[in-house]
């Protein structure tokens, strides 16, 4: 029998999974919370706005209906933005029938207000023993559609979840390592959105590919202090969720996080980028929830608070890299 998988989430990386999973012989119940979307991809068998020239087989269905995608399987693939996650999990608990679930996300980010890892966000709504697992990496949808080869890490609680959800995405174009640090890789996925922001804005405002090195190299370190003190791995971090991204996103125009860096570095105003990109910069929230983590922890982490000042208290992004290289000497490490 084929592998059924509800995937929540119908943007443009739920979409490219879907694509995926369909290619690796799945049958998948893709689910949106708007209705013209849902509609359109329906209609047309691929996402015209985000994703065209893509079809979807017909191995994807396609629904709005959360009780049809919580019965359609116990395997949930959770692809909405993390401002999203946890509402859409209680909405997805109220709906379920089975006792069974298991849950797996590819949302990078952490949840607003309180800045929880999103595996907590998992264990507070279902529990701690339910199957929980994190796909991360170096993966822009739109390369995954294309088939081009690309390598991501699976972390889970439950080394049996992280083998078999690695089962089901490997093929000979897509890589899955699996991994059972997800402190360390939800930490990874979620700052490297804060860096490619600030990495965006030093070339929007002109620096070079020296400034750029040194941010992508400054900033791994920013992640692996708040991500060891969190718990996580420092393997974790010079691996696919940490350093790979974290290169990815700061150094390739497909980086929604780092355009919108960019055009911030080059005078536009934040609501005027927001508009024009028109999908999700996690990064924007995550500035603000990482600054706060660092400082409740202890951490020092100067590119993410210059970021942050400058998305949040009106920092000019100039001044912003000014105060980072006044800062005073020290010891690498
Ligand atoms: N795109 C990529 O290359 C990758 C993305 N990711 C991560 O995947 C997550 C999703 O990103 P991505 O698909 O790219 O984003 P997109 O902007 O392409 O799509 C976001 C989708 O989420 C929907 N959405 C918004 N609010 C809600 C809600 N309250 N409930 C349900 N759905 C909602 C949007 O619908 P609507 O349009 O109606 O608002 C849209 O369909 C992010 O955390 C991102 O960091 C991870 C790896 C790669
Ligand atoms: O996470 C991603 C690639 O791994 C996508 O990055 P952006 O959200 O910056 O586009």
Redesign the pocket.
């Known amino acids: 029998m084929k592998q059924r998988i509800t995937l929540l989430?119908?943007?443009?990386?739920?979409t490219?999974l879907a694509l995926l999973l369909a290619k690796n012989n799945c049958e998948v119940l893709l689910w949106?919370?708007?209705e013209n979307?849902i509609a359109g991809l329906d209609k047309h068998r691929e996402h015209r706005q985000?994703l065209p020239g893509y079809i979807l087989p017909e191995q994807i269905s396609l629904t709005t209906n959360l009780e049809a995608a919580a019965s359609f399987s116990e395997l949930i693939l959770v692809?909405?933005?993390?401002?999203?996650f946890a509402?859409?999990l209680v909405n997805l608990k109220a709906a379920q029938q089975s006792e069974t679930i298991k849950i797996a996300w590819?949302?990078?980010?952490l949840n607003p207000q309180d800045g929880r890892l999103l595996h907590q966000v998992v264990a507070d709504i279902f529990t701690p023993e339910t199957p929980a697992a994190i796909l991360s990496g170096p993966?822009?949808?739109r390369e995954v559609a294309q088939s081009l080869p690309t390598a991501i890490t699976i972390a889970s609680n439950q080394s049996a979840f992280a083998l078999k959800l690695a089962e089901i995405f490997h093929n000979e174009r897509f890589r899955a390592y699996t991994s059972s640090d997800i402190i360390g890789v939800e930490v990874g996925g979620a700052v490297k959105?804060v860096l490619a922001i600030a990495a965006g804005i030093a070339d929007g405002l002109g620096f070079g590919a020296n400034t750029r090195a040194a941010l992508i190299t400054r900033g791994l370190n920013e992640i692996m202090r708040l991500g060891i003190k969190l718990g996580g791995k420092q393997e974790t971090f010079v691996g696919l969720a940490g350093l790979g991204d974290l290169v990815l996103t700061c150094t390739d125009n497909q980086s929604r996080n780092r355009r919108f860096g960019l055009a911030l570095g080059q005078g536009k105003t934040r609501a005027e980028i927001v508009k024009e990109i028109g999908?999700?910069i996690?990064g924007i929230s995550a500035a603000k929830e990482t600054y706060m983590l660092a400082k409740q922890h202890g951490i020092d982490m100067p590119i993410t608070e210059q970021t942050y000042k400058v998305l949040y208290e009106n920092l000019n992004p100039l001044v912003a890299v000014q105060n980072l290289l006044a800062r005073d000497q020290k010891a690498e490490s």
């Open positions: 989430g119908a943007g443009s990386w739920g490219a949106g919370h708007d979307e985000l692809a909405v933005p993390s401002h999203a509402n859409t590819v949302t990078k980010g993966t822009f949808a959105n999908q999700e996690e």
